[in-house]
């Protein structure tokens, strides 16, 4: 039985991924800040399936104690899902609120980077994979996206420079590069239950579901099959954006 390694598994993507990934015979250390929800996919899931690990993954100390004290069942990490991430506020950058900015850089950068240095070692010896979740965000940006946008830029581009400097390993790296997913996501954007609502109201977005299909397909190729990036959106949204501002 392999195991997988995913943050975020608390909401949304994560969440569905731990579950779809326990459903195809994986084993899944499920990470996140809230205890109660990853206490109920252990009971949903079964704890010999699901290893709990609660920690903010800004603090590099607790990442590496969580790491390091891991069972013996679930320390042999096969693969990463680099998930776990956000965006704050839509304001232009000229008035956006500077801690939202380092939350952002700290959680979708700092913490991504810190995370996949600590288990490199063990996935190369494994000849593991590592998917990461970018976003639509780092390739076409949008008004008000300023730094959430520049965070993805660099996961998209991290990952695939991770995939030139594991050249020779066998190590799988794969960017995934989602548009709108129906999560927690707007909410804790724009901390509004409403905002989020009429966000997605009429677009039939992707689900959690959706983009945990996409990783699980992904992560069950064959060992000679690397997909180096992969964009998906919801037919109702596109990418045009140019916009002219008139005198
Ligand atoms: P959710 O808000 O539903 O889930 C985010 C997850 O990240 C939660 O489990 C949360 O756990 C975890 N997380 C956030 N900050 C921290 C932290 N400091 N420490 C530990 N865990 C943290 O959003 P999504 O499922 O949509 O987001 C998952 C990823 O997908 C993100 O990287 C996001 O940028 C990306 N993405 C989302 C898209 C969308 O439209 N929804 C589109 C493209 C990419 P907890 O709060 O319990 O700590
Ligand atoms: C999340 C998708 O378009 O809201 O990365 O930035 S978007």
């Known amino acids: 039985m392999k195991t997988a390694f995913v943050t975020g598994a608390t909401a949304g993507i994560g969440e ?3 579950r779809t990934l326990v459903n195809a015979g994986w084993r899944c250390v499920a990470t996140g800040r809230r205890a109660e929800r990853l206490d109920a996919l252990v009971a949903e899931l079964g704890a ?3 290893r709990p690990a609660v920690f903010d993954v800004r603090d590099a100390a607790a990442m590496e104690l969580a790491v390091s004290s891991l069972p013996d069942a679930f320390a042999q990490v096969d693969l990463l899902v680099n998930n776990a991430g956000l965006a704050q506020g839509l ?3 000229q008035e956006a609120n500077l801690d939202d900015w380092r939350t952002m850089i700290d959680t979708n950068v700092t ?6 240095r600590l288990l490199l070692p063990g996935l190369i010896a494994r000849k593991g994979a590592i998917v990461t979740i970018g976003s639509v965000a780092g390739s076409y940006v949008y008004p ?4 959430y946008a520049g965070s993805k830029a660099f996961a998209n581009h991290f990952t695939l420079a991770l995939r030139a400097d594991l050249h020779g390993t066998g190590v799988r790296v794969t ?3 989602p548009g709108m997913v129906e999560t927690e996501f707007t909410l804790v954007r724009t901390g509004s239950q409403e905002a989020s609502d009429r966000l997605y109201a009429g677009a039939h977005p992707m689900t959690g579901q959706d983009i945990a299909d996409t990783i699980r397909w992904i992560a069950e190729l064959p060992p000679h099959l690397n997909v180096n990036r992969i964009e998906l959106m919801p037919v109702s949204q596109d990418f045009a954006g140019f916009r002219v501002a008139r005198e």
């Open 16 to 18: 569905a991924t731990v």
């Open 48 to 50: 010999d399936k699901v």
């Open 91 to 93: 304001s232009p950058a």
């Open 111 to 116: 913490a991504m980077v810190t995370l996949t």
């Open 144 to 147: 008000g996206g300023n730094v």
């Open 175 to 177: 960017s995934i590069e």
